[in-house]
């Protein structure tokens, strides 16, 4: 069956591009990891709009365990990530033979990362202790996140694999699609009054923006570079 692209999950709303720059690289001997320039970047223009670096910090521990729960969850149906790719935007793991995983073992691997962190973050406020607040609303804010039907988020996976196993992949990605420009849509326009009223939310719209882009139809950017014409050396 044709398969969706890679896991990937998003830390939180922000603005950063993958870049072809090269990346740092730490292999071992069943996973490499790559370290993209942007992981360093976005933190700080975090720390920069907003100054709590303790919100970053329990933003990154949530990722870490939101990636783990994804790794188990592959591991358990004897699937080996080849690539873990740490970027500005979050985090994502390649995963060469996801086609082996029928629909419902994907799934389970594509929701395994937000439920790890809304469990986190039921079990966490159920202690009702308020050094553990924040964390609390860092595992409840990245697993609500993930969870939104857009891609490149969890979301947008699970509603893809939900919709190809009910119709076929073609009207999966056209649904996916349609439904993913929809929200990122209605998140960016509601940041903008945020922003224009509070005057706050702007790492928000930024991510929003970011959203949005990520949705907007592949056909549009090919038809304008077919649209171009070609240098004649």
């Known amino acids: 069956r044709a398969a969706p692209p890679a896991l990937t999950s998003t830390l939180s709303c922000t603005t950063a591009a993958l870049t072809s720059t090269p990346s740092t690289m730490c292999r071992s001997n069943k996973l490499t990891v790559r370290v993209r320039p942007s992981a360093l970047l976005v933190p700080a223009l975090f720390l920069l709009l907003t100054d709590t670096p303790a919100l970053l910090a329990a933003l990154l521990l949530a ?19 080849a690539c873990f790719t740490l970027t500005g935007l979050g985090a994502s793991l390649y995963v060469p033979e996801l ?39 860092a595992q409840m804010v990245l697993g609500v996140l993930n969870l939104l039907p857009v891609r490149p988020m969890d979301g947008g996976r699970i509603l893809w694999l939900l919709t190809a196993y009910l119709t076929e992949p073609y009207t999966a990605d056209r649904a996916a699609a349609a439904v993913g420009l929809a929200v990122s849509s209605g998140l960016f326009l509601l940041c903008l009054w945020l922003v224009l009223t509070t005057g706050s939310g702007l790492f928000l719209l930024l991510g929003a923006l970011w959203l949005t882009y990520r949705s907007l139809p592949p056909e549009l950017f090919l038809a304008r570079r077919l649209a171009k014409p070609s240098k004649r050396r």
């Open 99 to 137: 086609h082996r995983l029928s629909y419902g073992a994907e799934l389970l691997s594509a929701a395994a990362g937000p439920l790890m962190n809304l469990l986190l973050w039921v079990l966490l406020s159920l202690t009702a202790r308020d050094e553990l607040s924040l964390f609390a609303g």
């Open 63 to 81: 990722a870490l365990l939101h990636e783990l729960a994804h790794y188990a969850v592959l591991r358990l149906f004897g699937i080996r990530a």
